[in-house]
């Protein structure tokens, strides 16, 4: 694993993406959402908006996860944040930007990894982690070598993503997310923390055992996994 302690994490990361996409005009990236990346991907956005960017017009997109319960078009659905965020200004066509299916949460995950498979694998999966440790959606206690299904949350990560709605009682209890095993097929991962408040869970993903109660600890089994910190995120390290 390689950690990479910067105040430019956000100009790291677009350039690992460019970098790829320019080598690879159909590259599969696979895309969070949440606050983390942001930067990251206003960076690329700038970039594109300058003229400076790669095409992408060849890309294809797996989100990481998705609520379930939530109306179609609902901005705080992951599929319309990452539109908004990313891949609408990357003139990335919506078409080309896979989720898994919250209208058909028993179906959706195998159906998900199928989608996922036949695209060759994701190339480049973009991380943030949860205060917990958590990945994607897997909570604390998801088995290593999870596909993608349907998850609860927990209490913590609901009050946690409260912020990006009305209140805790308007977040979702229910997710599809891609498991731990399905993040691990990805070839790169390249993680990105800020702030004080993820130290903990970045010093137990990085420098504790590989265990399910930390669900971001299973970078140290991937071959080539990069995580971006900035100081505050590195400080219990
Ligand atoms: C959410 C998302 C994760 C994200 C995590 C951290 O629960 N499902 O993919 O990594 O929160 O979010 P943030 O980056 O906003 O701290």
Same mark, same amino acid.
């Given at each position: ?13 677009? /350039?690992? !993406?460019?970098?790829? !996409? ?26 594109? =908006? ?6 992408? /017009?060849?890309? $294809? ?33 919506? +078409? ?7 209208? =058909? ?5 195998? $159906? ?10 994701? +190339? ?24 993608? $299904? ?9 009050? +946690? ?7 805790? +009682?308007? !977040? ?57 910190? =900035? =100081? ?6």
């Amino acid at each position: 694993m390689e950690v990479v302690i910067s105040d430019r994490s956000a100009a790291l990361a677009a /350039d690992a !993406v460019e970098a790829l !996409v320019r080598g690879n005009p159909g590259a599969v990236l696979g895309l969070a959402t949440g606050s983390s990346p942001l930067p990251a991907y206003r960076e690329l956005v700038r970039r594109h =908006d300058a003229g400076t960017g790669p095409s992408y /017009d060849g890309v $294809r997109c797996f989100l990481l996860d998705e609520y379930v319960g939530l109306p179609p078009g609902h901005p705080q659905t992951y599929r319309e944040t990452i539109f908004r965020e990313l891949t609408d200004a990357l003139g990335i066509a919506r +078409d080309r930007v896979a989720s898994p299916d919250p209208a =058909d949460p028993e179906h959706a995950g195998p $159906r998900y990894e199928e989608t996922l498979r036949a695209a060759g694998g994701v +190339d480049l999966q973009v991380l943030g982690i949860g205060g917990d440790g958590h990945l994607g959606f897997n909570e604390p206690g998801s088995s290593l070598a999870s596909a993608t $299904r349907i998850k609860t949350l927990t209490e913590r990560t609901r009050r +946690d993503n409260a912020r990006f709605f009305g209140s805790v +009682d308007e !977040v979702p209890r229910h997710v599809l997310t891609q498991g731990l095993g399905t993040i691990l097929r990805a070839r790169h991962l390249l993680l990105i923390a800020s702030g004080a408040a993820k130290a903990e869970a970045v010093a137990a993903a990085v420098e504790g055992p590989v265990s399910a109660s930390c669900p971001a600890s299973v970078l140290q089994l991937h071959p080539h996994a990069t995580v971006l910190l =900035d =100081d505050p995120a590195a400080s219990r390290l």
